[in-house]
């Protein structure tokens, strides 16, 4: 076994998105340890420049490098649309790097052939027409209706869902006319899962609404077992690294962890 395996698995996120990933990692994996790293200084991703994101994606994974990550989640749409070709580049030879939108396009192509499908993303994910053109490159006939919906993730980092005021949000964005005719919805913010009930609501239970957390925990679980670093010797150990700290995203940490979480405060620059 390779003697990296032991080490942690890096995550990262602007906020409390990732950690719907870090969750569905933590079921698929659960032997292995977390380095969670929330840009909550820098957030929202969403509304930033490609530039802005690129410079605190590179920051970061340079901190999650140095604590001797084996491999390196990108758990943010907006992150991996702006930054993850450069991040692949820039780590060539360190570590390998995992991000949210190829392994739903993958997820999408094989279920969804021939379909109308709909995706909801901050301006970043949906101005940077990855997700378009990846779906497009995989020529199964699909159109892709996207909608930008920049309210959700700052709403959501709030802890503001679940009232009447998200509902009527979540509905005025999902009545755009350009979702009119969808039959399955993506997710592509690593902050929505944590409203797919009003989203689901809103479609009455009808629609097929999709998420990247599972998808992306097996994609990294397939990983690490065709290059032999899955975990088998140490006892799991999360740590939680933020560059500003928030109440909200502390009690996010603990509502998906259930357990004393470690909150260090971690400037990207001193
Ligand atoms: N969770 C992120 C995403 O998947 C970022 C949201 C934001 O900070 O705007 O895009």
């Known amino acids: ?103 739903m396009v993958e997820f999408v192509l094989e279920n969804f052939p ?52 998200s509902h009527e949000i979540i509905a005025q964005y999902l009545s755009d006319a350009v979702l009119a005719k969808i039959e399955v919805l993506i997710l592509a913010c690593t902050h929505y899962p944590l409203i797919k009930k009003e989203i689901d609501s809103f479609y009455q239970g009808k629609m097929r609404i999709l998420d990247s957390a599972e998808i992306v925990a097996n994609a990294l679980k397939k990983y690490l077992e065709e290059e032999g670093l899955l975990n088998r010797q140490t006892t799991p150990q999360h740590h939680f690294l933020v560059s500003d700290y928030t109440a909200s995203f502390e009690a996010a940490a603990r509502m998906f962890f259930h357990e004393t979480i470690q909150l260090e405060r971690h400037p990207l620059w001193n």
């Open 1 to 103: 076994m390779s003697s990296i395996s032991g080490q942690p698995i890096g995550v990262f996120d602007s906020g409390i998105g990732g950690l719907t990933v870090a969750h569905a990692i933590r079921s698929v994996l659960p032997h292995e340890s977390m380095i969670y790293f929330g840009d909550l200084a820098h957030l929202p991703y969403g509304d930033k420049s490609e530039a802005a994101i690129q410079a605190y994606s590179i920051r970061i994974t340079d901190i999650l490098l140095k604590k001797g990550c084996k491999v390196i989640v990108i758990a943010c749409n907006s992150a991996s649309s702006a930054a993850y070709e450069l991040l692949k580049e820039y780590v060539r030879k360190d570590t390998h790097i995992i991000n949210v939108i190829d392994p």
């Open 114 to 165: 021939g379909k109308e499908v709909g995706l909801i993303g901050t301006k970043r994910t949906v101005q940077s027409d990855v997700y378009a053109r990846k779906i497009r490159e995989g020529k199964k006939n699909i159109r892709l209706r996207s909608v930008a919906t920049p309210l959700l993730a700052p709403m959501i980092e709030e802890g503001f869902f679940n009232n009447q005021i």
